[in-house]
């Protein structure tokens, strides 16, 4: 694919207002078999090897993901709903093997039991049994939504053990060796959420921290998670979260509408809560059975509201009285975040839209011609930000002032009023990033440098609907480094550090990259 050219990827001011268009990109290639179906591969099969992977790279890269999109004579309508399939590439010896499985869930067992889809997803609705009579499919549109146990967002680790997760009350304990499914794991056994992100943090000790909501006749509340780092019975293999607890507890500003989130920031003392103008309708979740309607039906954007920054202490569970706003802005994935001269620094990838969510529907992906290129280009791009968070505001901080006092920082932050403080944030890039369609998906040396000042993240470059480019960005001078090949699109990158590397980019990149069409390895 022939990039597009800077001038098109810019073309965002003189018509954002006019008709939504953020860029001006013409000829992407359809990439329709990206939501195709595959069949598992359970018995580990060889690979070609082109150049040469180094030998102190041994053991299994994990990775998950929808894999199949149709049931029998019924099609998922969102890339979020396709059923899980677990992939494993091991690596010892300069070799690597491949297998992979479809997740044991409930929902990938009835919906194959029964040739149909049986249970809801993001943005599928299960259509009522057949084989009822007609009074017994009235009354099934009436019944609550049923959690999806379809796990095919990410591998996880709790306690040392591998669980792939969604963004559901239900995560799988897996082989990581076979990737058999071992057993169902459901978060509200433990505590009292409705479900957990898939983008847990770990501290170095191996504590654990998720976030997930949970619902009353009080309306929607935000709970942040603590799992301990090891098992409360050392001599118990079954044992799963227990020990769990929830640190902290915030109410949404709206009570039957909280705010989507996929995700969160860390630092080492503070989990920063991000309440964002991503909204969910809960009425009209609960209600989408009976109107015929997914989840996703339920979400939408909200530009009137400002983005909230809620800062809670690890160690006391205490909520910080001080709120930082921000301009609507919508963040799926965080970079990193610390503490350091009485600041927390939080950087993000974040977007000035947040209907994206809704975009990557099976039909859009499939598209082709002037039709894919309408779908990118009323999409908003994804760039890295940072925030700048002063920690000692109380009542004595002067209003009006900017209180970034960093020198090498172009973010403010102004307290306005008692407990809140306005912030704008400093771009992490150049104008050359524009060339690549903005970036997601970012990824750190994580073991070495999460909470901590850092200099390199990785990430995927955006010039289609799915990442064309990895991208390393040296946040000294914001210079960047870019991977690409036509025809080939690359996932989330993972860092690998060099065993005893003494340098923070002193490692390698591992990305699973698909290619729709047959290409040649570059």
């Not at 993001?122 to 939504?145: H, I, Y």
């Not at 994206?356 to 009323?378: C, F, H, P, W």
Request: hydrophobic letters at 30%.
């Amino acid at each position: 694919m022939s990039p597009p050219s800077s001038t098109d990827l810019k073309k965002t001011k003189s018509k954002k207002n006019k008709n939504h268009h953020y860029t001006d990109v013409h000829g992407l290639p359809c990439i329709e078999k990206i939501v195709a179906s595959v069949d598992e591969t359970p018995e580990a099969i060889s690979t070609n090897i082109s150049g040469t992977i180094p030998e102190w790279i041994n053991g299994n890269f994990l990775r998950n993901g929808p894999g199949k999109f149709e049931i029998g004579n019924n099609k998922f309508n969102h890339w979020f709903d396709g059923m899980a399939l677990l992939h494993q590439f091991k690596i010892a010896g300069g070799q690597v093997t491949y297998k992979s499985r479809f997740l044991g869930s409930d929902c990938y067992t009835a919906n194959s039991e029964n040739s149909r889809i049986v249970v809801s997803e993001f943005g599928t609705v299960a259509m009522p049994d057949p084989c009822k009579n007609f009074f017994q499919r009235f009354l099934s549109r009436f019944e609550l939504p049923k959690a999806s146990d379809n796990d095919n967002v990410s591998f996880v680790t709790y306690k040392g053990d591998y669980y792939v997760s969604t963004e559901t009350n239900f995560m799988h304990k897996v082989d990581p060796e076979t990737l058999e499914t071992k057993e169902k794991v459901d978060w509200s056994k433990f505590i009292a959420v409705n479900g957990a992100t898939a983008h847990p943090h770990t501290d170095p000790d191996g504590t654990t921290y998720n976030m997930g909501n949970s619902y009353s006749a009080k309306g929607a509340i935000y709970n942040i998670i603590r799992v301990p780092p090891t098992r409360t019975m050392p001599e118990n293999p079954e044992e799963t979260l227990e020990g769990a607890t929830v640190v902290c507890s915030i109410p949404s500003v709206d009570k039957a509408r909280p705010s989507y989130y996929h995700s969160f920031a860390m630092s080492e003392n503070y989990v920063v809560f991000i309440e964002q103008p991503i909204k969910m309708d809960l009425l009209k979740i609960v209600t989408g059975k009976l109107r015929g309607k997914g989840i996703s039906d339920g979400i939408y954007w909200d530009p009137k509201l400002e983005t909230i920054f809620h800062l809670i202490n690890k160690q006391t569970g205490k909520l910080n009285s001080v709120k930082y706003h921000a301009k609507a802005l919508s963040t799926f994935h965080q970079i990193n975040a610390w503490e350091e001269d009485g600041f927390l620094v939080m950087d993000l990838c974040a977007a000035d839209d947040g209907k994206a969510i809704n975009n990557y529907i099976v039909q859009n992906m499939r598209k082709s011609g002037e039709a894919l290129d309408e779908v990118y280009n009323t999409m908003c791009r994804v760039f890295p930000r940072r925030f700048v968070l002063p920690l000692n505001v109380d009542k004595e901080t002067p209003c009006g002032q900017n209180l970034n006092i960093r020198p090498d920082s172009t973010a403010t932050a102004t307290k306005t009023a008692k407990d809140k403080v306005f912030c704008t944030h400093e771009d992490l890039h150049d104008e050359e990033l524009h060339t690549y369609g903005g970036l997601e998906f970012p990824q750190i040396n994580y073991a070495k440098y999460n909470t901590k000042p850092y200099r390199y993240f990785y990430g995927c470059g955006f010039r289609h609907l799915v990442g064309d480019t990895l991208i390393k960005m040296d946040l000294q001078g914001k210079k960047m480094k870019v991977w690409e090949h036509p025809g080939l699109y690359p996932s989330e990158p993972v860092f690998v550090p060099l065993p005893g590397a003494t340098e923070e980019d002193d490692g390698v990149i591992m990305s699973v990259v698909i290619t729709p069409k047959k290409v040649s390895p570059p």
